[in-house]
T-cell receptor
Framework: RKEVEQDPGPFNVPEGATVAFNCTYS??????FFWYRQDCRKEPKLLMS???SGNEDGRFTAQLNRASQYISLLIRDSKLSDSATYLC????????????FGTGTRLLVSP | DAGVTQSPTHLIKTRGQQVTLRCSPK?????VSWYQQALGQGPQFIFQ???????QRGNFPDRFSGHQFPNYSSELNVNALLLGDSALYLC???????????????FGPGTRLTVT
């Protein structure tokens, strides 16, 4: 079983749609969780950290369910510029920063 | 405020050769991590440097080695290159979590290595 699993997609949605991605992780001792965005042939960019209570940043909402070991990302009112690959990331070790990435979920927003 | 920088941008090498990639962390960061990203995959952790020492290592062979300098910049060295080493090599910088629980890492633009 992979440490971090994501549906690779692609998710094809029209502008203005709401889309949700889920991600599961296998190590229950995981400490920190993130969503990164990666555009084609570019570096990953931190989108948001994911906190136990859930957090929101504009059109983006992240949720963490430790009991079920999954993380979600909700994007509301999708824009063309949201087209990218969204990487679910887990930090496994306390005191270290060994990030484990999922393979990413590709989102395509069309006019 | 400069972000994470990496050099070179692109590199083409032949099997068996050696390569050195360079990274300068974001201002105020003291920890550098290296990742390998093959096409269609998420980045894979290679190792992390803090205080000029390798602190953590992923499942990569000894052909992959690194170094961190007193100014926090870092190098990744790969010996005896294989075709399978062709990938995007990413450097990420962060603050070592001694006072803060933040583990946010910020990535450089990467070096695209092609081995022929």
């Amino acid at each position: 079983r992979k440490e971090v699993e994501q549906d690779p997609g692609p998710f094809n949605v029209p502008e203005g749609a709401t889309v949700a991605f889920n991600c599961t992780y296998s190590n229950s001792a995981s400490q920190s969780f993130f969503w990164y965005r990666q555009d084609c042939r570019k570096e990953p960019k931190l989108l948001m950290s994911v906190y136990s209570s859930g957090n929101e940043d504009g059109r983006f909402t992240a949720q963490l369910n430790r009991a079920s070991q999954y993380i979600s990302l909700l994007i509301r009112d999708s824009k063309l510029s949201d087209s990218a690959t969204y990487l679910c990331v887990v930090n496994l070790d306390t005191g270290f920063q060994k990030l484990v990435f999922g393979t990413g979920t590709r989102l395509l927003v069309s006019p | 405020d400069a972000g994470v920088t990496q050099s070179p941008t692109h590199l083409i090498k032949t099997r068996g050769q050696q390569v050195t990639l360079r990274c300068s962390p974001k201002s105020g960061h003291d920890t550098v991590s290296w990742y390998q990203q093959a096409l269609g995959q998420g980045p894979q952790f290679i190792f992390q440097y803090y205080e000029e020492e390798e602190r953590q290592r992923g499942n990569f062979p000894d052909r992959f080695s690194g170094h961190q300098f007193p100014n926090y910049s870092s190098e990744l060295n790969v010996n005896a290159l294989l075709l399978g080493d062709s990938a995007l090599y990413l450097c990420a910088s962060s603050i070592y979590p001694r006072e803060s629980l933040s583990y946010e890492q910020y990535f450089g633009p990467g070096t695209r290595l092609t081995v022929t």
